[in-house]
C-alpha cells in the first residue's frame, strides 16, 4: 500500500512526548491520552498500543472545554511532561510522570505507576476519563472490578491497578469516570503494577519526586550553550530514557513497528539494544560530560564481550537484559498504524552479518578506557579475540548497517568500521601497555585501507560509493570523516560530500541511498543522516552551510524536541519514536559546530 491508500492515524507520531522510568516509557499524545506503554519493561507487550491499532488500549483524560489551544512542555531539566489547554471558559494542566526506580511512592517496592495529576488554572471545567488497557498486544480484553480508591484490571498473569481521587464506574474491561474541578483542585491518578494478583497497597496522596535529571554532577554545560542549546539537552534527557536503570543498555527506540512509510510494510521493532547504536550514545554521553551512564552501558557491553567466542561473537543485538535478541513475529490483528501492515515485534536482522558492529562497539571500549576506568586483563583478552575475529573476517560480504535483506555485499561502512576495529585496540594497547601483536593488527588494518582506497571507488568520478565495484552513493559514507578514516578536507573525500549532497539530499532531508534493498516499497529521509551530513560540513570548514543545516535539521523535531526515525517529504515524523540514533547525531554535530564558532577554539589536529 502506498502513502495515498494509507489510513489516517487517530494521532500522529510527532503529536507525542515521552515520559518514563528507566524501565519503560509511555508516550502521551498532545490530546492528554497515553496511547503507547509497554509493561513492565520496554520490551514488554504493550497494555496501550491506540498508537498502533484505534483498539489497542489507551488512557484519556480530555477536559471539556470549547475550541483549546493545546501545548506540552517539559519541566526544564527533567522528564515530567505537562501538558495544557487553554480557551476562553478556562484553562487546566496534566502532569505526567513515572518515578525512578528510587523514587518510588507507593509501598510496594517492586511496583511502578505511571502518575497523572490534572490541574485547573482557570475557570471550572469538567474532565472525562478513561482508562481502557488491553493486555498482550491488544489480545487480551482484562476483567475491571472496583476496588478501594479505584479499579483493579485483572488478567490470568498481570494485575494494574488504578488509583484515583475521583469516582470511577467500570464498563467491561474499561474505567471510566468524570470530574468537575474549579481553579486550585489537583486530583491525581496512579496506575501501579503487580506480577501477581496478591494485594497491593498504594498511598495515594504522598507526593512524588521527579526522575532525577540526568548527569547533574559534571555536566559539561558548553554543550547547551549555542549550536543547539536546550535542545542538546533536551536530546540527552530523551537518551537517558531509552537506558536501562537495571540492565544497563540502551534501547534504540521506545516503539516497535512504526512505520518508514505509512501503509507500507517496512515496520520493524526498536525496543532492543543494537550494538551501534547503543556505542554511539556512549559517544554522546562522553562528550556531554555524562560518564556514570556511558560507565553503566560499558559494563553491560563488557559482559557481552566476556560471553564471545570465536565460534559466536559479540551479535548485532541483545534484548536488554542481555539475552538473545527476540525472533521477529507479525501481529495479524493489529491495524498497523495508518493501516500500515504487517505489525512485527522481534526483529530478524539480530541472525545477520553486521561487520560494522565491531568497530563501533571497538571505539565505545576505547573511549570508556580514555575517559573511565581501565579495561581488565581479562577483558582485554576477550577484545584480542574480537580482533582476530575481524582480521579473519573483514573481506567478508555483509547485511551493512541498514541491515538490508538481499544478498550479502561488500559494503564500505562495514570495511571502514572493521578499520575503526583495528585501529582503535591498537590505540588502546599502546595508551595501556597491553600486550597485543601490534604488527600483525597494524598490517591488517593498513591493508582494509588499501583496499578500500583501491576498490570503493566510483569509476568515473573517482568519490566513493556504497559497495565495491558499485556506483551507488550511501549516507552512511558520511562517517568516513567522523571516525578519522579519512580526512574531512581531502579532496576525494570533498567530492563524495558534494555527490551526497547532489543524490541524496532533498533540501535539509537526506536519505540513506536510491538504490534497491531487498524490500519493497519506499522510505522517507533518515533524520541521523542530516546531522552527519552537518558535521561533516563543519568538519570541511563549510560552517555557513553547516549551521543552516543543523537550523533544518532542527526544525523537523516535534514541538517537544523529540526526533523521529525518519521523515516523509513534508517533513512529517515517520519510524519508530524517539530514536537514539537520531538524537545522538544531533548531539555530536551541535557539539562540534558549536566548538568550531568559539574564538577560542585551537585543535592540535584538524579534523
Same mark, same amino acid.
Given at each position: 500500500?502506498?502513502?495515498?491508500?494509507?489510513?489516517p492515524?487517530?494521532?500522529?507520531?510527532?503529536?507525542?512526548?515521552?515520559?518514563g522510568?528507566?524501565?519503560t516509557?509511555?508516550l502521551?499524545?498532545?490530546?492528554?491520552?497515553i496511547d503507547?506503554?509497554?509493561?513492565?519493561?520496554l520490551?514488554?507487550?504493550?497494555?496501550?498500543?491506540?498508537?498502533?491499532?484505534?483498539d489497542?488500549?489507551?488512557?484519556?483524560?480530555r477536559?471539556?472545554l470549547?475550541?483549546?489551544?493545546?501545548m506540552q512542555?517539559?519541566v526544564?531539566?527533567?522528564?515530567?511532561?505537562?501538558?495544557?489547554?487553554?480557551?476562553?471558559?478556562?484553562?487546566?494542566? +496534566?502532569?505526567d510522570?513515572?518515578?525512578?526506580?528510587?523514587?518510588?511512592?507507593?509501598?510496594d517496592?517492586g511496583?511502578?505507576?505511571?502518575?497523572?495529576?490534572?490541574?485547573?488554572?482557570r475557570?471550572?471545567?469538567?474532565?472525562?476519563?478513561?482508562?481502557?488497557?488491553r493486555?498482550?498486544?491488544?489480545?487480551?480484553?482484562p476483567?475491571?472490578?472496583?476496588?478501594?480508591?479505584?479499579?483493579?484490571?485483572?488478567?490470568p498473569?498481570?494485575?494494574?491497578?488504578?488509583?484515583?481521587?475521583?469516582? +470511577?464506574?467500570c464498563?467491561?474491561?474499561?474505567?471510566i469516570g468524570?470530574?468537575?474541578?474549579?481553579?486550585g #483542585?489537583?486530583p491525581?491518578?496512579?496506575?501501579?503494577?503487580?506480577r501477581?494478583?496478591g494485594?497491593t497497597?498504594?498511598? @495515594?496522596?504522598?507526593? @512524588?519526586?521527579?526522575?532525577?535529571?540526568?548527569?547533574?554532577?559534571?555536566r559539561?554545560?558548553?554543550?547547551?550553550?549555542g549550536g543547539?542549546?536546550?535542545?542538546? +539537552?533536551?536530546?540527552?534527557?530523551?537518551?537517558?530514557?531509552?537506558?536501562?536503570?537495571?540492565?544497563?543498555?540502551?534501547?534504540?527506540?521506545?516503539?516497535?513497528?512504526l512505520p518508514?512509510?505509512?501503509?507500507?510494510?517496512?515496520n520493524?521493532?526498536y525496543?532492543?539494544?543494537?550494538?551501534?547504536?547503543?556505542s554511539?550514545?556512549?559517544?554522546?554521553f562522553m562528550?556531554?560530560?555524562?560518564?556514570?551512564e556511558?560507565?553503566?552501558?560499558?559494563?553491560?557491553?563488557g559482559?557481552?564481550?566476556?560471553?564471545?567466542?570465536?565460534?559466536?561473537?559479540?551479535?548485532?543485538?541483545?534484548?536488554l537484559?542481555?539475552s538473545?535478541?527476540?525472533?521477529?513475529?507479525?501481529?495479524?490483528?493489529?491495524?498497523g498504524?495508518?493501516?500500515?501492515?504487517?505489525v512485527r515485534?522481534?526483529n530478524a536482522?539480530?541472525?545477520?552479518?553486521q561487520l560494522?558492529v565491531?568497530?563501533?562497539?571497538?571505539?565505545?571500549?576505547?573511549l570508556?578506557? #580514555?575517559?573511565?576506568?581501565?579495561?581488565s586483563?581479562?577483558?582485554?583478552?576477550?577484545?584480542?579475540?574480537?580482533?582476530?575475529?575481524?582480521?579473519a573476517?573483514?573481506?567478508?560480504?555483509?547485511?551493512?548497517?541498514?541491515?538490508?535483506?538481499?544478498e550479502?555485499?561488500?559494503?564500505?561502512h562495514?570495511r571502514?568500521?572493521?578499520?575503526?576495529a583495528?585501529?582503535?585496540?591498537?590505540r588502546?594497547? #599502546?595508551?595501556?601497555?597491553?600486550?597485543?601483536?601490534?604488527?600483525?593488527?597494524?598490517?591488517?588494518?593498513?591493508?582494509?585501507?588499501?583496499?578500500?582506497?583501491?576498490?570503493?571507488?566510483h569509476?568515473?568520478?573517482?568519490h566513493f560509493?556504497?559497495?565495491?565495484g558499485?556506483t551507488?552513493?550511501?549516507?552512511a559514507l558520511?562517517?568516513m570523516?567522523?571516525?578519522?578514516?579519512v580526512?574531512?578536507?581531502?579532496?576525494?573525500?570533498?567530492?563524495?560530500?558534494?555527490?551526497?549532497?547532489?543524490? +541524496?539530499?532533498?533540501?535539509?532531508?537526506?536519505?540513506?541511498?536510491?538504490n534497491?534493498?531487498?524490500?519493497?516499497?519506499?522510505?522517507?529521509?533518515?533524520t541521523?543522516?542530516?546531522?552527519?551530513?552537518?558535521?561533516?560540513l563543519?568538519?570541511?570548514?563549510?560552517?555557513?552551510?553547516?549551521?543552516?543545516?543543523?537550523?533544518?535539521?532542527?526544525?523537523y523535531?516535534?514541538?517537544l524536541?523529540?526526533?523521529?526515525?525518519?521523515?516523509?517529504?513534508r517533513?512529517?515524523?515517520l519510524?519508530?519514536?524517539?530514536q537514539?540514533?537520531?538524537?545522538?547525531?544531533?548531539?555530536?554535530?551541535?557539539?562540534?559546530?558549536d566548538?568550531?564558532?568559539?574564538?577560542?577554539?585551537?585543535?592540535?589536529?584538524q579534523?
Amino acid at each position: 500500500m502506498d502513502d495515498a491508500q494509507a489510513v489516517p492515524p487517530l494521532r500522529s507520531i510527532g503529536d507525542h512526548g515521552i515520559i518514563g522510568d528507566l524501565e519503560t516509557a509511555a508516550l502521551v499524545a498532545r490530546d492528554g491520552t497515553i496511547d503507547y506503554l509497554c509493561w513492565p519493561s520496554l520490551d514488554s507487550p504493550t497494555v496501550f498500543a491506540d498508537l498502533i491499532d484505534g483498539d489497542g488500549g489507551a488512557f484519556s483524560i480530555r477536559p471539556d472545554l470549547d475550541d483549546p489551544q493545546v501545548m506540552q512542555l517539559y519541566v526544564p531539566d527533567t522528564n515530567v511532561l505537562v501538558t495544557r489547554w487553554m480557551s476562553e471558559g478556562g484553562s487546566a494542566e +496534566l502532569v505526567d510522570l513515572m518515578p525512578h526506580p528510587e523514587a518510588r511512592v507507593h509501598s510496594d517496592r517492586g511496583a511502578q505507576c505511571v502518575i497523572r495529576r490534572i490541574t485547573v488554572t482557570r475557570g471550572t471545567i469538567v474532565f472525562a476519563v478513561r482508562c481502557a488497557p488491553r493486555f498482550d498486544y491488544a489480545r487480551e480484553v482484562p476483567t475491571a472490578a472496583a476496588t478501594a480508591g479505584g479499579v483493579r484490571f485483572n488478567t490470568p498473569d498481570l494485575a494494574l491497578r488504578l488509583f484515583a481521587s475521583m469516582p +470511577l464506574a467500570c464498563n467491561g474491561g474499561d474505567a471510566i469516570g468524570e470530574v468537575r474541578l474549579t481553579r486550585g #483542585k489537583a486530583p491525581g491518578s496512579c496506575l501501579a503494577a503487580t506480577r501477581s494478583r496478591g494485594p497491593t497497597t498504594h498511598r @495515594s496522596r504522598r507526593k @512524588s519526586r521527579p526522575p532525577p535529571r540526568l548527569g547533574a554532577a559534571g555536566r559539561d554545560d558548553r554543550a547547551t550553550r549555542g549550536g543547539g542549546g536546550e535542545q542538546v +539537552l533536551r536530546s540527552a534527557l530523551a537518551l537517558k530514557l531509552l537506558t536501562s536503570a537495571r540492565h544497563g543498555s540502551i534501547a534504540a527506540a521506545a516503539t516497535f513497528s512504526l512505520p518508514e512509510a505509512t501503509g507500507a510494510g517496512r515496520n520493524w521493532d526498536y525496543r532492543a539494544t543494537w550494538i551501534r547504536d547503543a556505542s554511539f550514545t556512549v559517544y554522546a554521553f562522553m562528550r556531554l560530560g555524562y560518564i556514570e551512564e556511558a560507565e553503566h552501558f560499558r559494563q553491560w557491553a563488557g559482559q557481552r564481550v566476556m560471553a564471545s567466542t570465536p565460534d559466536d561473537p559479540i551479535r548485532i543485538m541483545y534484548a536488554l537484559d542481555g539475552s538473545e535478541a527476540a525472533d521477529e513475529q507479525e501481529l495479524a490483528h493489529l491495524a498497523g498504524y495508518a493501516g500500515s501492515r504487517p505489525v512485527r515485534i522481534g526483529n530478524a536482522a539480530h541472525a545477520q552479518s553486521q561487520l560494522d558492529v565491531f568497530g563501533e562497539l571497538l571505539d565505545s571500549i576505547y573511549l570508556s578506557n #580514555k575517559y573511565g576506568a581501565a579495561i581488565s586483563h581479562d577483558g582485554w583478552q576477550h577484545i584480542c579475540g574480537i580482533v582476530d575475529y575481524v582480521i579473519a573476517h573483514w573481506q567478508e560480504p555483509d547485511a551493512g548497517i541498514w541491515e538490508m535483506r538481499g544478498e550479502p555485499r561488500h559494503f564500505l561502512h562495514s570495511r571502514v568500521m572493521c578499520w575503526v576495529a583495528l585501529d582503535r585496540a591498537i590505540r588502546l594497547a #599502546k595508551k595501556r601497555s597491553l600486550p597485543a601483536p601490534l604488527v600483525e593488527w597494524s598490517e591488517s588494518r593498513d591493508a582494509i585501507v588499501a583496499d578500500v582506497w583501491a576498490n570503493f571507488r566510483h569509476p568515473e568520478h573517482g568519490h566513493f560509493v556504497q559497495s565495491r565495484g558499485g556506483t551507488e552513493l550511501d549516507a552512511a559514507l558520511l562517517m568516513m570523516p567522523l571516525v578519522r578514516f579519512v580526512s574531512s578536507t581531502d579532496p576525494v573525500w570533498l567530492t563524495t560530500l558534494d555527490a551526497i549532497g547532489e543524490r +541524496l539530499r532533498d533540501d535539509g532531508l537526506i536519505y540513506r541511498y536510491r538504490n534497491g534493498d531487498g524490500l519493497e516499497g519506499g522510505e522517507g529521509a533518515f533524520t541521523t543522516c542530516t546531522f552527519w551530513y552537518a558535521e561533516c560540513l563543519a568538519r570541511a570548514g563549510r560552517i555557513d552551510e553547516a549551521q543552516m543545516t543543523l537550523a533544518k535539521g532542527m526544525a523537523y523535531a516535534n514541538p517537544l524536541d523529540l526526533f523521529s526515525e525518519e521523515l516523509d517529504r513534508r517533513g512529517q515524523p515517520l519510524g519508530n519514536f524517539p530514536q537514539a540514533l537520531t538524537h545522538l547525531a544531533f548531539i555530536s554535530a551541535a557539539y562540534f559546530i558549536d566548538r568550531r564558532l568559539d574564538p577560542a577554539y585551537r585543535p592540535n589536529w584538524q579534523p
